[in-house]
């Protein structure tokens, strides 16, 4: 099993910046950081769940959505288990609960971008972009 906190969400004007940081352990014996995936997600208010970004444990792949391309950095640090999510010049349509994501990976430069039912999730933190 693995518990994953993620933190950072606030409410900001537009064109601020944001950290958000996930950090994955285990729960039970045998849990190794190298096996799991980690992405960040967002669901905006009446909208369905949305894959914003992710990076592989290796740093060989990194993949972000579309809107958040070039304003977006995802980063990954092995040796505190954790991803982060330095967001800049916010948008109002970035408003949303954006959620960690961590599943098995299929090796170490695997990314997450399409959960799983056996997705581990955190508890979301909620970022609000105002005019």
């Known amino acids: 099993q693995v518990q994953v906190v993620d933190s950072g969400g606030d409410s900001v004007q537009v064109g601020s910046s944001l950290t958000l940081k996930c950090t994955a352990s285990?729960?039970?014996?045998?849990?190794?950081?190298?096996?799991?995936?980690m992405g960040w997600f967002r669901r905006a208010p009446g909208k369905g769940r949305e894959s914003v970004a992710s990076a592989s444990w290796s740093g060989k792949t990194i993949w972000y959505a579309n809107p958040v391309k070039g304003r977006f950095t995802v980063s990954r640090d092995n040796a505190k288990n954790t991803l982060t999510l330095q967001m800049n010049n916010l948008e109002p349509e970035d408003t949303a609960r954006y959620y960690c994501?961590?599943?098995?990976?299929?090796?170490?430069?695997?990314?997450?971008?399409?959960?799983?039912?056996?997705?581990?999730w955190g508890q979301g933190t909620q970022v609000v972009v105002s005019s």
């Open positions: 285990k729960t039970a014996p045998g849990f190794i950081f190298e096996d799991y995936a």
């Open positions: 994501g961590v599943d098995r990976a299929s090796g170490p430069d695997s990314i997450l971008v399409f959960p799983s039912p056996e997705t581990f």
